[in-house]
């Protein structure tokens, strides 16, 4: 089926007078590829086309897509992205990608930006100073995440992570969220769009976690955009920029329009069975992946079905190995890990011990609120040296 007169009318958006070379050579992947991208896509939610692009740019830093992040650029400064926002793309994704990762990226961003003449360096966007910038970004990090939880966080870390708290609220909040340019709650979903790219199957979760909070303020991320921005973060026209390598074709960059789908989900890809592998000296064989449930409850999210099945869905795949402690979520991570693995599904299970004692792996066992004395799930820590 041909391109529909929407999805014509938003890629001549973005890309005016171009014509897709690949039309010719692969016509019924770019037919249904464009009527995805460009019509049927765009009816899910509610994302103006400058915040789309800027979704996508974000992405495409994350999963390191460096030719199509030069042609989305150029899409994006078509249709009204700025130049100082493109440049708070780029320095919000550093405390998330990694400034070795964003380093060609922001490269490539200023070489775009001189060849449309415009100059640098652009106007300065912070806010701070050295030695202001931990006291704002503390600020700004309770205003996202609320007082308690980050109050939290800091009585709760050992004193040897303690920095990493102090390092936390100065760099990726003092140094980057109190910036302007771009609006909190565009940072967040930006920020979002990026653990998406970088298969964080914890996205949203964790110090900077997303998920609605008692007192949020009304700039908050709604959880319709988050829905939202996952699915409008697929660059909606993958090509190869002009200068790249030549295609397939033997047609220059510039000729070719390289579209194609997005890449397969992890979920789509074969999956391989689990390792298991003999923790020291202890005769116990644990799975090499150990399932984290930190953020299961109060830290990340109250549907304890939704983390019930996480568990379950782990153990199907034959991972023995649940990380949880009871300062988790204030003990609930250790209720629901509790809950999970009632009924006979504790057998074999295996739990890292974490009191007054150093770590050791022992079976679990587990008593909850509908099948034993006790709401919390219990990890016996058999000869344990004291600390």
Same mark, same amino acid.
């Given at each position: 089926?041909?391109?529909?007169?929407?999805?014509?009318?938003?890629?001549?958006?973005?890309?005016?007078?171009? !014509?897709?070379?690949?039309?010719?050579?692969?016509?019924?992947?770019?037919?249904?590829?464009?009527?995805?991208?460009?019509?049927?896509?765009?009816?899910?939610?509610?994302?103006?086309?400058? *915040?789309?692009? =800027?979704?996508?740019?974000?992405?495409?830093? %994350?999963?390191?897509?460096?030719?199509?992040?030069?042609? =989305?650029?150029? %899409?994006?400064? *078509?249709?009204?992205? *700025?130049?100082?926002?493109?440049? $708070?793309?780029?320095?919000?994704?550093?405390?998330?990608?990694?400034?070795?990762?964003?380093?060609?990226?922001?490269?490539?961003?200023?070489?775009?930006?001189?060849?449309?003449?415009?100059?640098?360096?652009?106007?300065?966007?912070?806010?701070?100073?050295?030695?202001?910038?931990?006291?704002?970004?503390?600020?700004?990090?309770?205003?996202?995440?609320?007082?308690?939880?980050?109050?939290?966080?800091?009585?709760? %870390?050992?004193?040897?992570?303690?920095?990493?708290?102090?390092?936390?609220?100065?760099?990726?909040? /003092?140094? +980057?969220?109190?910036?302007?340019?771009?609006?909190?709650?565009?940072?967040?979903?930006?920020?979002?769009?990026?653990?998406?790219?970088?298969?964080?199957?914890?996205?949203?979760? /964790?110090?900077?976690?997303?998920?609605?909070?008692?007192?949020?303020?009304?700039?908050?991320?709604?959880?319709?955009?988050?829905?939202?921005?996952?699915? +409008?973060?697929?660059?909606?026209?993958?090509?190869?920029?002009? /200068?790249?390598?030549?295609?397939?074709?033997?047609?220059?960059?510039?000729?070719?329009?390289?579209?194609?789908?997005?890449?397969?989900?992890?979920?789509?890809?074969?999956?391989?069975?689990?390792?298991?592998?003999?923790?020291?000296?202890?005769?116990?064989?644990?799975?090499?992946?150990?399932?984290?449930?930190? =953020?299961?409850?109060?830290?990340?999210?109250?549907?304890?079905?939704?983390?019930?099945?996480?568990?379950?869905?782990?153990?199907?795949? $034959?991972?023995?190995?649940?990380?949880?402690?009871? !300062?988790?979520?204030?003990?609930?991570?250790?209720?629901?890990?509790?809950?999970?693995?009632? /009924?006979?599904?504790?057998?074999?299970?295996?739990?890292?011990?974490?009191?007054?004692?150093?770590?050791?792996?022992?079976?679990?066992?587990?008593? *909850?609120?509908?099948?034993?004395?006790?709401?919390?799930?219990?990890?016996?820590?058999?000869?344990?040296?004291?600390?």
């Amino acid at each position: 089926m041909p391109p529909s007169a929407e999805a014509q009318k938003n890629h001549d958006e973005l890309f005016p007078g171009h !014509v897709s070379t690949l039309k010719v050579t692969d016509p019924e992947l770019i037919e249904y590829f464009d009527n995805f991208a460009f019509d049927e896509v765009l009816r899910y939610g509610s994302p103006d086309t400058r *915040t789309r692009l =800027m979704v996508q740019l974000a992405s495409l830093i %994350a999963c390191q897509a460096l030719s199509e992040y030069r042609v =989305m650029l150029g %899409a994006a400064l *078509t249709v009204g992205v *700025t130049s100082v926002e493109v440049k $708070e793309i780029v320095y919000q994704a550093v405390p998330y990608v990694g400034m070795g990762k964003v380093f060609d990226f922001l490269h490539a961003t200023n070489d775009v930006l001189a060849d449309r003449g415009i100059e640098l360096p652009l106007e300065g966007q912070s806010t701070t100073t050295p030695e202001a910038r931990a006291e704002k970004g503390l600020a700004v990090q309770k205003e996202i995440v609320g007082d308690e939880r980050v109050d939290q966080m800091y009585a709760s %870390a050992p004193e040897d992570e303690m920095h990493i708290q102090r390092l936390l609220s100065a760099n990726c909040f /003092g140094d +980057h969220y109190t910036r302007t340019g771009i609006d909190i709650k565009t940072r967040e979903l930006l920020t979002f769009a990026m653990l998406i790219a970088l298969w964080v199957r914890t996205a949203g979760q /964790g110090p900077c976690r997303r998920q609605p909070q008692r007192g949020q303020r009304p700039w908050r991320a709604a959880r319709h955009d988050h829905a939202a921005v996952a699915v +409008h973060r697929l660059p909606a026209h993958p090509q190869r920029a002009a /200068g790249d390598q030549r295609g397939h074709s033997g047609m220059s960059a510039s000729d070719v329009d390289n579209d194609a789908p997005p890449p397969r989900r992890p979920s789509q890809l074969t999956r391989a069975p689990m390792e298991h592998r003999s923790l020291g000296r202890t005769g116990v064989s644990v799975s090499k992946l150990c399932l984290g449930a930190m =953020m299961f409850g109060e830290w990340g999210t109250k549907d304890h079905d939704e983390r019930i099945r996480i568990i379950h869905r782990a153990l199907d795949a $034959e991972n023995n190995f649940i990380d949880t402690a009871d !300062v988790c979520s204030a003990g609930e991570s250790e209720v629901i890990v509790g809950k999970a693995l009632a /009924g006979g599904k504790r057998d074999n299970v295996y739990s890292p011990a974490r009191s007054t004692c150093r770590w050791a792996m022992t079976p679990t066992n587990v008593a *909850t609120r509908g099948g034993g004395s006790s709401p919390r799930s219990r990890t016996r820590c058999a000869g344990c040296r004291p600390t």
